[in-house]
């Protein structure tokens, strides 16, 4: 499966603000019994659950960059570290969080990473998580092969005019074709 590959999702799930919220604290109880003492937020979007959960675990978190993107468009083949992985994570057991699980190269890029730094355990999380992920996270709250739009991916500020996210466009577009065909 390749990644940004809208075509091949079976179905459109909305998430709503409150739904990410059940979400988020879903995930929360799932990896409670690892008792991570780091969570590894991956930037952008996946900062949003990993700092729900570094809260409610009462843990300490740390943002990363580790992205294909730049300037909120896909640019490169495979995930690049922009914002590295701090040395605090020797010793510890760390959690990986992004929101999405596709092609599961960025959360594999990150465990890699942090395990070469001396992380003591490291897990992969996600909220959501495609069947085709390869590998799968170790913990995800909801696997689904659906389009998913993110509540903070529906709408982009476009000189002044708030607008559906282009991306988004091309997904719903790539499922209207994949329901004709």
């Known amino acids: 499966m390749k ?11 909305h998430i709503s603000w409150d739904d990410f919220a059940s979400l988020a604290r879903k995930l929360t109880e799932l990896l409670e019994p690892y008792q991570p003492q780091i969570i590894l937020g991956i930037a952008r979007a996946g900062l949003f659950p990993a700092t729900l959960v570094a809260c409610s675990l009462r843990c300490e978190f740390f ?25 605090d994570v020797a ?3 760390v959690v990986v ?11 594999t890029m990150a465990a890699e990473t942090a395990r ?8 992969t999380a996600s909220l959501v998580s495609h069947s085709w992920a390869e590998p799968a996270p170790q913990v995800a709250s909801l696997v ?16 002044g005019r708030w607008v559906t996210h282009p991306e988004i466009k091309v997904g719903l577009k790539a499922q209207t074709r994949s329901k004709v065909n």
Do not use: C, H
């Open 3 to 13: 990644s940004y590959d809208y075509a091949q999702r079976v179905g459109i799930r």
């Open 63 to 87: 943002p990363i960059r580790l992205t294909r993107r730049m300037n909120d468009r896909v640019v490169y083949d495979r995930p690049q570290l922009k914002t590295p992985i701090p040395p």
């Open 91 to 93: 010793g510890k057991v």
């Open 97 to 107: 969080i992004d929101e999405i699980a596709d092609s599961g190269a960025t959360l």
């Open 116 to 123: 070469r730094l001396g992380a003591l355990k490291v897990v």
């Open 144 to 159: 689904s092969d659906e389009f998913i739009i993110f509540p903070w991916d529906e709408q982009v500020l476009d000189r």
